[in-house]
């Protein structure tokens, strides 16, 4: 797995042939663990014998609607055949009522594709997108499916760019109606104009909920359509017969209602599923349709909760509140997919929370990220200029006792700060300035450094919050795992020139030597680190990869800057130190080189495992997420509640993640 894929791509057919191989084999390891894991891909299961199942037929032999023309039967590995037909030509608009199978349909089609891809080198790659990732109004289709083929697929932009101009990718889109119904027509717009016979004449497949699209103005220019029609009442009857429901079949045959919600495939599939929690009298005497839907998945939840599970099971209210939780930050962040290490400060709701989450992690990020360099600058550089030995160990000692406790106090009073009026004043910086210096530099360090001055540190709480506005500019607010490492040097100037600057401020207060001393320690420091740069690792195999690689970055950049800073400081300390014992110069250069390698390893890959580690705490805390998230998420891909597709989760259908959504449960807000 990586991030960019490093090669040469200039015109090698070998080269060519190793990004297409890559990228067909990451959409057939997506398309065969979503059909895997479809809930229309399962038949009854008894729960005693579930290492056994029955022989039970799947009645997914649907009714389907082409065009104009007659309904016909139509089976799952048949889809190709209409996508091939001359009058589609592979530019097919799929059509559903929800929990119609529309979306495993497509995953069907998308896997008799790559079975050609893989055959016929000349034929284009099938790729999953999903359309609610589209979250620009203004951006065209063609550059979105550039930026999701680098996010989802690792694809290098320029390799992504020439694929979709050379129409070398045949796109499959789902997910039209889960965009917001203001923006949904607007995206038929956008599609048709990367539609245009002057951008894309090749096959393109499209999903949509058949309700939605009949209400657009504006119709998808594509060739035909496909609607998938609800199960015949004899199918229903049929497929109960042959999962040992027959009692079932003659309760809710008798009404037109539920007959009519077991002919959706989907809710037929839950019906048989949970059978034995239904109790048909109760159900009757919900009058509501989106009532007998909720009574439906309640027992389905229920069912599905008392599965046998050998490992302990978490406490079935639990499940429901953090299931709950979980379905409602993907409907207001308009996503399907959930990954752990993708979870941001914005999911604490409550000013309080966000005052105690930023004071916790500044307090610690500022804490260590001091000591480490209050430590290794008063210990080495002081030593090393007044050339007394035995600075050098006192001087770290004191360094890291002073760094620790003003960085402790910084970070506090930067915490309070931030949560109560940060983001604002980020907004109103962003607003009113032409250039952003956020990245390398925050006023709101600043106002900290001011309200620590006031009270007798003047001096000190500048500079500190110079630091401080160092430290953020390269630590942030969102928490970006740092997955795959890479070194620019174009990107170490601005950390050399802030570094600098603050050295020429230190130099005036404190003194010309110490000054520039502590100006290019804090430039080459300043410079290394911008200079270090991360990529995300996408298609992501475990659960929360993205942070234990930021763990191991933290741990592989700590040592291979150590060891070379401990020679190089060694004979420095040496060549200045020539009348000091070589164990003290030794101890002196190894203690000074790890707090060095730490302040590099913790500020670039460091610091969002300690944010992402402070945020789960206090979403934990605040009862939203279990502590080991992981388990509890495969748990929940265990009882058919949620899909795992590598390391990111989504619910088993859209409906199930709105009726946890709407669950009415005492919600506690962040």
Same mark, same amino acid.
Request: proline residues 3%.
């Given at each position: 797995?990586?991030?960019?894929?490093?090669?040469?791509?200039?015109?090698?057919?070998?080269?060519? &042939?190793? /990004?297409?191989?890559?990228?067909?084999?990451?959409v057939?390891t997506?398309?065969?663990?979503?059909?895997?894991?479809?809930?229309?891909?399962r038949?009854?299961?008894?729960?005693d014998?579930?290492?056994?199942?029955?022989?039970?037929?799947?009645?997914?032999?649907?009714?389907?609607?082409?065009?104009s023309?007659?309904?016909?039967?139509?089976?799952?590995?048949?889809?190709?055949?209409?996508?091939?037909?001359?009058?589609?030509?592979?530019r097919?608009?799929i059509?559903?009522?929800?929990?119609?199978?529309?979306?495993?349909?497509t995953?069907?089609?998308?896997?008799?594709?790559?079975?050609?891809?893989?055959?016929?080198p000349?034929?284009?790659?099938p790729? =999953?997108?999903?359309?609610?990732?589209?979250?620009?109004?203004?951006q065209?289709?063609?550059?979105?499916?550039v930026?999701? !083929?680098?996010?989802?697929?690792?694809?290098?932009?320029?390799?992504?760019?020439?694929?979709?101009?050379?129409?070398?990718?045949l796109?499959?889109?789902?997910?039209?109606?889960?965009?917001a119904?203001?923006?949904?027509?607007?995206?038929?717009?956008?599609?048709?104009?990367?539609?245009?016979?002057?951008?894309?004449?090749?096959?393109?497949?499209?999903?949509? &909920?058949?309700?939605?699209?009949?209400?657009?103005?504006t119709?998808?220019?594509?060739?035909?359509?496909?609607? !998938?029609?609800?199960?015949?009442?004899?199918?229903?009857?049929?497929?109960?017969?042959?999962?040992?429901?027959?009692? !079932?079949?003659?309760?809710?045959?008798?009404? /037109?209602?539920?007959?009519?919600?077991?002919?959706?495939?989907?809710?037929?599939n839950?019906?048989?599923?949970?059978?034995?929690?239904?109790?048909?009298?109760?159900?009757?005497?919900?009058?509501?349709?989106?009532?007998?839907?909720?009574?439906?998945?309640?027992?389905?939840?229920?069912?599905?909760?008392?599965r046998?599970?050998?490992?302990?099971?978490?406490?079935?209210?639990?499940?429901?509140?953090?299931?709950s939780?979980?379905?409602?930050v993907?409907?207001?962040?308009?996503s399907?997919?959930?990954?752990?290490?993708?979870?941001?400060?914005?999911?604490?709701?409550n000013?309080?929370?966000?005052?105690?989450?930023?004071?916790i992690?500044?307090?610690?990020?500022?804490?260590?990220?001091?000591g480490?360099?209050?430590?290794?600058?008063?210990? !080495?550089?002081v030593?090393?200029?007044?050339?007394?030995?035995g600075? =050098?160990?006192?001087?770290?000692?004191?360094?890291?006792?002073?760094?620790?406790?003003?960085?402790?106090?910084?970070?506090?009073?930067?915490?309070?700060?931030?949560g109560? %009026?940060?983001k604002?004043?980020d907004?109103?910086i962003?607003?009113?300035t032409?250039?952003?210096?956020?990245?390398?530099?925050?006023?709101k360090?600043?106002?900290?450094?001011?309200?620590?001055g006031?009270?007798?540190?003047?001096?000190?709480?500048l500079?500190?919050?110079?630091?401080?506005?160092?430290?953020?500019?390269?630590?942030?607010?969102?928490?970006?795992?740092?997955?795959?490492?890479?070194?620019?040097?174009y990107k170490?100037?601005?950390?050399?020139?802030v570094?600098?600057?603050?050295?020429?401020?230190?130099?005036?207060?404190?003194?010309?030597?110490?000054? =520039?001393?502590?100006?290019?320690?804090y430039?080459? %420091?300043?410079?290394?680190?911008?200079?270090?740069?991360?990529?995300?690792?996408?298609?992501k195999?475990?659960?929360?990869?993205?942070?234990?690689?930021?763990?191991?970055?933290?741990?592989?950049?700590?040592v291979?800057?150590?060891?070379?800073?401990?020679?190089?400081?060694?004979?420095?300390?040496?060549? %200045?130190?020539?009348?000091?014992?070589?164990n003290?110069?030794?101890?002196?250069?190894?203690?000074?080189?790890l707090?060095l390698?730490?302040?590099?390893?913790i500020? &670039?890959?460091g610091?969002?495992?300690?944010?992402?580690?402070?945020?789960?705490?206090?979403?934990?805390?605040?009862?939203?997420?279990?502590?080991?998230?992981?388990?509890f998420?495969?748990?929940?891909?265990?009882?058919?509640?949620?899909? &795992?597709?590598?390391?990111?989760?989504?619910?088993?259908?859209?409906?199930?993640?709105?009726?946890f959504?709407?669950?009415?449960?005492?919600q506690?807000?962040?």
């Amino acid at each position: 797995m990586a991030g960019d894929r490093n090669i040469n791509t200039g015109g090698s057919n070998y080269n060519e &042939r190793i /990004e297409r191989e890559i990228l067909l084999k990451q959409v057939s390891t997506e398309v065969e663990s979503r059909i895997e894991s479809s809930l229309h891909n399962r038949v009854y299961i008894p729960l005693d014998t579930e290492q056994n199942p029955y022989n039970v037929e799947s009645p997914w032999q649907m009714e389907v609607k082409v065009g104009s023309k007659p309904k016909i039967n139509l089976n799952n590995t048949e889809i190709i055949q209409i996508f091939d037909q001359s009058d589609i030509a592979g530019r097919l608009l799929i059509l559903g009522q929800p929990g119609a199978g529309k979306t495993t349909l497509t995953l069907k089609l998308a896997e008799e594709l790559v079975k050609r891809a893989y055959s016929d080198p000349s034929s284009p790659v099938p790729v =999953l997108f999903s359309l609610p990732t589209w979250r620009n109004d203004n951006q065209s289709i063609k550059d979105w499916l550039v930026d999701q !083929l680098k996010e989802k697929y690792g694809v290098r932009k320029d390799i992504g760019k020439d694929w979709i101009n050379n129409q070398e990718i045949l796109p499959i889109l789902d997910g039209l109606d889960e965009l917001a119904a203001e923006r949904q027509e607007l995206c038929v717009q956008k599609i048709n104009d990367f539609l245009h016979p002057g951008n894309w004449i090749n096959p393109l497949v499209i999903c949509s &909920r058949t309700e939605e699209y009949q209400h657009y103005q504006t119709l998808l220019q594509l060739n035909n359509s496909l609607e !998938l029609c609800p199960f015949t009442s004899q199918q229903v009857r049929q497929y109960l017969q042959n999962t040992d429901n027959v009692d !079932l079949w003659n309760s809710i045959s008798q009404d /037109e209602d539920l007959t009519q919600l077991a002919r959706v495939p989907l809710l037929l599939n839950i019906i048989v599923l949970s059978a034995q929690e239904i109790s048909v009298p109760t159900w009757l005497s919900i009058k509501s349709y989106k009532g007998r839907l909720a009574y439906l998945f309640d027992a389905y939840i229920r069912r599905m909760l008392i599965r046998p599970y050998e490992d302990k099971q978490p406490q079935h209210k639990n499940t429901k509140v953090w299931l709950s939780w979980l379905a409602q930050v993907l409907i207001e962040e308009e996503s399907t997919e959930f990954l752990i290490e993708r979870m941001q400060p914005d999911l604490l709701k409550n000013k309080f929370s966000e005052i105690i989450y930023n004071l916790i992690v500044w307090g610690v990020i500022q804490g260590v990220i001091y000591g480490l360099i209050y430590g290794f600058v008063y210990g !080495l550089i002081v030593g090393l200029i007044s050339e007394l030995t035995g600075v =050098l160990t006192g001087g770290i000692i004191h360094g890291l006792i002073s760094g620790l406790m003003y960085g402790v106090i910084y970070g506090v009073i930067y915490g309070v700060i931030y949560g109560v %009026i940060g983001k604002h004043i980020d907004h109103k910086i962003q607003r009113n300035t032409l250039i952003n210096f956020q990245r390398f530099f925050n006023i709101k360090w600043l106002i900290g450094g001011l309200i620590y001055g006031v009270s007798g540190w003047l001096i000190g709480g500048l500079t500190s919050g110079l630091i401080g506005g160092l430290i953020y500019g390269v630590v942030g607010d969102k928490i970006e795992a740092i997955e795959t490492l890479n070194f620019s040097f174009y990107k170490t100037f601005p950390g050399l020139i802030v570094g600098l600057i603050y050295g020429v401020i230190v130099g005036l207060i404190y003194g010309l030597t110490s000054g =520039l001393s502590s100006g290019l320690t804090y430039g080459l %420091i300043g410079g290394l680190i911008s200079g270090l740069y991360g990529l995300e690792i996408e298609n992501k195999t475990i659960p929360n990869e993205g942070i234990w690689q930021s763990v191991k970055n933290t741990v592989k950049l700590s040592v291979f800057t150590f060891v070379p800073s401990t020679i190089l400081i060694f004979f420095i300390s040496r060549i %200045i130190l020539n009348n000091s014992s070589l164990n003290e110069v030794l101890i002196s250069s190894l203690v000074s080189a790890l707090f060095l390698g730490l302040l590099v390893g913790i500020l &670039r890959s460091g610091a969002p495992t300690i944010k992402h580690f402070i945020l789960r705490i206090i979403l934990w805390s605040s009862g939203y997420i279990p502590w080991n998230y992981a388990k509890f998420l495969n748990y929940c891909t265990d009882r058919l509640l949620l899909q &795992r597709v590598g390391g990111g989760y989504r619910f088993i259908h859209k409906l199930l993640q709105e009726h946890f959504a709407e669950m009415d449960l005492k919600q506690r807000e962040l």
